[in-house]
T-cell receptor, first 114, second 112 residues
Framework: GNSVTQMEGPVTLSEEAFLTINCTYTATGYPSLFWYVQYPGEGLQLLLKATKADDKGSNKGFEATYRKETTSFHLEKGSVQVSDSAVYFCALSDLSGGSYIPTFGRGTSLIVHP | SAVISQKPSRDICQRGTSLTIQCQVDSQVTMMFWYRQQPGQSLTLIATANQGSEATYESGFVIDKFPISRPNLTFSTLTVSNMSPEDSSIYLC?????????FGSGTQLSVL
């Protein structure tokens, strides 16, 4: 079956530090990959997505590249801000399985200090 | 995109009671999803709610415990029945569009 593994948090950084949150996946087909973000007290929002190998998704300074050879989709940002403090979820959806309902990772909490 | 209004945003309930969570979408959608998010855990899909048919429940979730209504294409409710402290969690409704999921802000439920 499909699964998503994320690095455990919390990840604690100072403002303007470089961020990497690791995500690897297992899928039987050719999935689309997503990062969702959940700010305190809010529901999840789609942050970025990539639908095929070597695609790079980007949004709000965040980037992630779909690496089929390493089955990874690591989230990166060059300079984090306090407002980036949130929980980040990696997810995949595999249409070849007949459903686009995503499989989510456990989430990684990011705390950015001023 | 889709704008989803979910309420209540939080509630504290007594053991043995039931709580109904409402989810309203700003446009018509075929499928709505209900998730549970426990502290430190991933999102777990409870069920998929289709308009005009019974909800489809995932393994570990049953209709008697989590009855769902879907009276039209913009609205759904999830009831958490006969609650116990183990039901304390965040419950999220969601809709899918263009292979993306859009979420309500969640209902934080605490059962005493």
């Amino acid at each position: 079956g499909n699964s998503v593994t994320q690095m455990e948090g919390p990840v604690t950084l100072s403002e303007e530090a470089f961020l990497t949150i690791n995500c690897t996946y297992t899928a039987t087909g050719y999935p689309s990959l997503f990062w969702y973000v959940q700010y305190p007290g809010e529901g999840l929002q789609l942050l970025l997505k990539a639908t095929k190998a070597d695609d790079k998704g980007s949004n709000k300074g965040f980037e992630a590249t779909y690496r089929k050879e390493t089955t990874s989709f690591h989230l990166e940002k060059g300079s984090v801000q306090v407002s980036d403090s949130a929980v980040y979820f990696c997810a995949l959806s595999d249409l070849s399985g007949g459903s686009y309902i995503p499989t989510f990772g456990r989430g990684t909490s990011l705390i950015v200090h001023p | 995109s889709a704008v989803i209004s979910q309420k209540p945003s939080r509630d504290i309930c007594q053991r043995g009671t039931s709580l109904t969570i409402q989810c309203q979408v700003d446009s018509q959608v075929t499928m709505m999803f209900w998730y549970r998010q426990q502290p430190g855990q991933s999102l777990t899909l409870i069920a998929t709610a289709n308009q005009g048919s019974e909800a489809t429940y995932e393994s570990g979730f049953v209709i008697d415990k989590f009855p769902i209504s879907r009276p039209n294409l913009t609205f759904s409710t999830l009831t958490v029945s006969n609650m116990s402290p183990e039901d304390s969690s965040i419950y999220l409704c969601s809709v899918g569009r263009d292979e993306k999921l859009f979420f309500g802000s969640g209902t934080q439920l605490s059962v005493l």
